[in-house]
């Protein structure tokens, strides 16, 4: 089974930063696509930030010129560079992955979610 573990969330001040970063194991051959998504109380989930294999990337225009992504291929892990974090960067964020795998062939896959909270 793949899966797909976020790690690096946390509490910072306006104006800070973060690193997430997630990792993706399991019977993997090829990872095509992998992302960024996250959502509040009451609200839907909605696209941070994505990459593809071919090296495309995709923002939400709220992040754009503060967050980055990149991506390690050789060791399956997609990272998310947050600079200048405001509070309404409050949210969980999820790990995405379109992935082909020995058991599932092509899939939608995602992590557990990791709190990024930007308060005072």
């Known amino acids: 089974q793949v899966q797909l573990v976020e790690s690096g969330g946390g509490l910072v001040q306006p104006g800070g930063s973060l690193t997430l970063s997630c990792a993706a194991s399991g019977s993997i051959f090829r990872i095509v696509a992998l992302g960024w998504y996250r959502q509040g109380p009451g609200k839907q989930r909605e696209l941070v930030a994505r990459t593809t294999s071919g090296g495309s990337t995709e923002y939400a225009d709220s992040v754009k010129g503060r967050f980055t992504i990149s991506r390690d291929n050789a060791m399956n892990t997609v990272y998310l560079q947050m600079n200048s974090l405001k509070p309404e960067d409050t949210d969980v964020y999820y790990c995405?992955?379109?992935?082909?795998?020995?058991?599932?062939?092509?899939?939608?896959?995602w992590g557990q979610g990791t709190q990024v909270t930007v308060s005072s």
């Open positions: 995405n992955g379109y992935i082909y795998s020995s058991t599932t062939r092509w899939n939608e896959f």
